[in-house]
DNA sequence: GTAGGGTTAG
């Protein structure tokens, strides 16, 4: 039997069912008006009045209006409106039951589109291959649903159904089933490029490159997408050495190769050539778009060199691209990564559109830029403009609270995280709470939370207890977090000489000795500085604290004396009792 | 209506 003729057979059996649609009396003539309004709903609200007028003029039997009310219901999440009007209808075909299927495939109620599935079988109405590419993704939520599901595909006579079989072989790669998703794929009698696609990127997704590189060798001829895909893979697997030789040898590029270049090297860390292939791009004639610019943007970010920032900026406002909410949140947190709050500000105040991204940077920036009370109000701000703040705001926000003191106001906001939003704390939670109660002398409150937590805490955690005690003077509290920071980060430095300074200032001199024993023990007395860099015409300049290998050294410290005297006539005075 | 690239934090 010759499958392919099978599934044509079929297929005609499914459009001359199209042709007998139940209930599509009415002529298109009058439907028109109906449909328009229906199409034109821009709130719930009218959605209503357009039910009401479908109903009014009869014509809640239309099957083609009920399609596109449904869908409509969709796109505002009021399900329960397309369900009491469909339930009504006499005879609601295919086309109906598809738009609820996905429709609550959409709305993130799977089970409920099985309930529907369920109910046009009872009803006589054969699901069409629409129908399953719509289950697929449902089947996804409810464990074992996939298999029944796949014998269901068969007896409806889309077993061969090029398209239906990719998206299963994609719902299984989703949920991590490679073997289930390979089986799929060796059954197919015919296959197209995007499945073939589809089954490398399945391979890319668990970071398997071997099998994923194999298989598109044994392709008649790789079409862009699966190259696009490889490069993927490997440079999220860090080798870039393959990425970039694919990229060199692939054929044809798209912008889709670029980009995936850029953020290749940017997920290796190397920002300053991520930026460099988005100039050769454009040097090539090669027109960036919006996901090229928010990868690059990003970069920049990581760079902190605001005129190499500023400059992709402005080739963005040069070329009018939109300002979306991926390259509003990079450009705002670009701005405030190089230094340039104001930058950051102006960017978001100007943007038409924000996510829960746009926010999360813009209090990141106040935040990381000591503007505790104005991270907060913006905190507020996002609140009162319906966006729900997750895990990743509330860092930003308690980071404030810690700089600024604000022990009270950290710790409703804490609790408001976890009662309000469900949100379960995690290590940096803790971490920003551990501090804000040592910072502010609360040491046994922070040793109580350390306490509390699920899970073992981590360097941050008893580091930020140690610091706590540092300005506190709580020898006692400082020698268990020192303890503990013992285990976890031995060769660190910074906790030694802390300990030491400690032990100094209560002239425990024995302390002291046994101390720099240890460190001498294992070999770590240098302090490893932290070093900086910054790009004048062109040019990285690094620097290193007391560091003199920089040819213009003697001049910067001229200029640190300089800056040391200003600010000792301006009253500073530095604190120097930790410096051993 | 099925394939490949995007933003904060880590």
């Known amino acids: 039997m010759n499958a392919s003729a099978n599934v044509r057979s079929l297929r005609a059996a499914h459009s001359h069912h199209h042709l007998l649609l139940r209930g599509c009396s009415t002529s298109l003539f009058q439907t028109l008006p109906i449909l328009q309004l229906i199409k034109q709903c821009s709130t719930p609200k009218l959605l209503e009045s357009a039910l009401a007028a479908m109903i009014k003029i009869s014509q809640n039997e239309d099957c083609h209006l009920m399609n596109q009310f449904i869908t409509a219901c969709t796109s505002f999440n009021r399900l329960d409106l397309a369900v009491s009007s469909m339930t009504q209808m006499q005879a609601p075909n295919v086309f109906v039951y598809n738009a609820l299927i996905k429709g609550f495939v959409t709305c993130s109620h799977p089970i409920r589109s099985l309930e529907f599935y369920v109910r046009m079988l009872r009803d006589s109405v054969s699901p069409s291959s629409y129908t399953y590419s719509s289950l697929v993704k449902a089947s996804a939520f409810a464990s074992g649903f996939g298999e029944s599901l796949q014998a269901h595909i068969w007896k409806f006579g889309f077993g061969l159904h090029v398209q239906i079989q990719t998206t299963l072989i994609g719902f299984y790669s989703g949920s991590g089933r490679i073997r289930e998703a390979r089986k799929v794929f060796d059954e197919m009698p015919e296959r197209d490029d995007i499945t073939w696609t589809t089954m490398v990127s ?327 500085p932290g070093t900086s860099s910054i790009r004048i015409d062109k040019r990285d300049h690094m620097f290193a604290a007391a560091d003199k290998s920089h040819s213009a050294s003697d001049e910067v410290f001229l200029l640190l004396d300089e800056i040391y005297e200003q600010m000792g006539l301006a009253g500073y005075v530095p604190e120097t009792e930790n410096v051993y």
Not at 303 to 325: A, N, P, W
Not at 430 to 438: A, D, K, W
Request: charge should be negative; glycine fraction near 6%; hydrophobic fraction near 45%.
């Open 202 to 528: 399945a391979y890319r997704k668990v970071l398997d490159m071997e099998s994923a590189s194999s298989l598109a060798n044994l392709m008649p001829k790789k079409n862009v997408a699966t190259w696009n895909c490889l490069i993927d893979g490997f440079t999220k697997l860090g080798n870039l050495e393959i990425a970039e030789s694919l990229f060199n040898q692939m054929p044809v590029k798209d912008i889709v190769s670029w980009t995936t270049m850029i953020n290749g090297y940017s997920h290796n860390k190397r920002y300053s050539e991520a930026v460099a292939v988005f100039y050769r791009m454009t040097e090539e004639g090669i027109v960036p778009d919006e996901v090229t610019m928010s990868t690059v943007i990003s970069a920049c970010a990581h760079l902190g060199v605001l005129e190499i920032g500023k400059e992709v900026h402005m080739y963005m406002v040069q070329k009018r691209f939109v300002l979306d909410v991926y390259i509003g949140s990079a450009l705002v947190d670009m701005y405030s990564k190089c230094g340039s709050l104001e930058r950051a500000l102006v960017i978001f105040f100007n943007l038409p559109k924000k996510n829960l991204f746009c926010w999360n940077s813009i209090i990141e920036g106040l935040a990381a830029h000591g503007c505790a009370q104005e991270a907060l109000k913006m905190f507020d701000k996002m609140k009162s403009e319906s966006v729900k703040p997750n895990s990743v705001t509330f860092v930003s926000v308690l980071t404030a609270c810690t700089h600024a003191g604000l022990v009270e106001e950290g710790r409703m906001i804490y609790h408001s995280m976890i009662d309000d939003y469900s949100i379960v704390s995690n290590v940096e939670h803790y971490g920003c709470m551990v501090h804000l109660f040592s910072k502010a002398g609360l040491i046994y409150e922070a040793l109580g939370l350390i306490g509390d937590m699920e899970f073992e805490p981590n360097a941050v955690i008893w580091g930020a207890l140690l610091d706590g005690c540092r300005i506190h003077k709580n020898l006692e509290i400082a020698e268990i977090a020192f303890n503990k920071l013992m285990v976890l980060e031995p060769t660190n430095s910074g906790y030694y000489f802390l300990l030491v300074s400690m032990y100094a200032e209560e002239n425990r001199w024995r302390d002291v000795a046994e101390v720099r024993g240890k460190m001498k023990e294992l070999g770590i007395e240098k302090i490893c």
